[in-house]
């Protein structure tokens, strides 16, 4: 079992609609998780992160984490086609290493 | 601010060969981190480097290597190349303490072997 999996998609939605991206994760070390934008042949850049559990708010996103059932999401409002890249989930703990999924593409259709 | 810069950012190589990727951090980083991505995957973490040591390794061989500098850039060296060692490489940087965590990355080196 992966320590952090992720449906690779890819995901198409109409633009404006409400994106949900979600991850799974099996290490119970992990206390940081992690949300990046990768546009295609660019180095990942990073969305948002939050400690432990609990949600956080950045302008159209939010990331949730429950540690009670190993769940990440990412929730992207009023999608634009800029929006479109793949998305990485990740988690670390102690040991600072990240652990990625495998990522997902998403594409929004004008 | 610069963030992470990278370079080279391609290369081509025949296997056997060897390589040196270079990283300068995000300026107030003092650790560096390796990943390498292959094609359709997540960063797959090589090692962490802080205070000029290797602190964290992941699951590679020997034959990659690095070295963290007094001004905290850092080099990748790989040996030996084989065909699967093409990807993407990808340095991260972050703070000391808990915050080594939240990793900012650089544009990466694409790396062909043929």
């Known amino acids: 079992q992966k320590e952090v999996e992720q449906d690779p998609g890819p995901l198409s939605v109409p633009e404006g609609a409400i994106v949900s991206l979600n991850c799974t994760y099996s290490n119970s070390a992990f206390q940081y998780f992690m949300w990046y934008r990768q546009y295609s042949r660019k180095g990942p850049e990073l969305l948002m992160y939050t400690y432990s559990s609990g949600n956080k708010e950045d302008g159209r996103f939010t990331a949730q984490v429950d540690k009670s059932s190993k769940y990440i999401s990412l929730f992207i409002r009023d999608s634009q086609p800029s929006d479109s890249a793949t998305y990485l989930c990740?988690?670390?703990?102690?040991?600072?290493?990240?652990?990625f999924g495998t990522g997902t593409l998403l594409a929004v259709q004008p | 601010d610069a963030g992470v810069t990278q370079s080279p950012t391609h290369l081509i190589k025949t296997r056997g060969q060897q390589v040196t990727l270079r990283c300068s951090p995000k300026?107030?980083?003092?650790?560096v981190s390796w990943y390498q991505q292959a094609l359709g995957q997540g960063p797959q973490f090589i090692f962490q480097?802080?205070?000029?040591?290797?602190?964290q390794r992941g699951n590679f061989p020997d034959r990659f290597s690095g070295h963290q500098f007094p001004n905290y850039s850092s080099e990748l060296n790989v040996n030996a190349l084989l065909l699967g060692d093409s990807a993407l490489y990808l340095c991260?940087?972050?703070?000391?303490?808990?915050?080594?965590?939240?990793?900012?990355f650089g544009a990466g080196t694409r790396l062909s072997v043929l």
């Open positions: 480097y802080y205070e000029e040591e290797e602190r």
């Open positions: 300026s107030g980083h003092d650790t």
């Open positions: 990740s988690g670390g703990g102690a040991t600072n290493k990240l652990i």
């Open positions: 991260a940087s972050s703070l000391g303490g808990k915050a080594k965590n939240i990793q900012y």
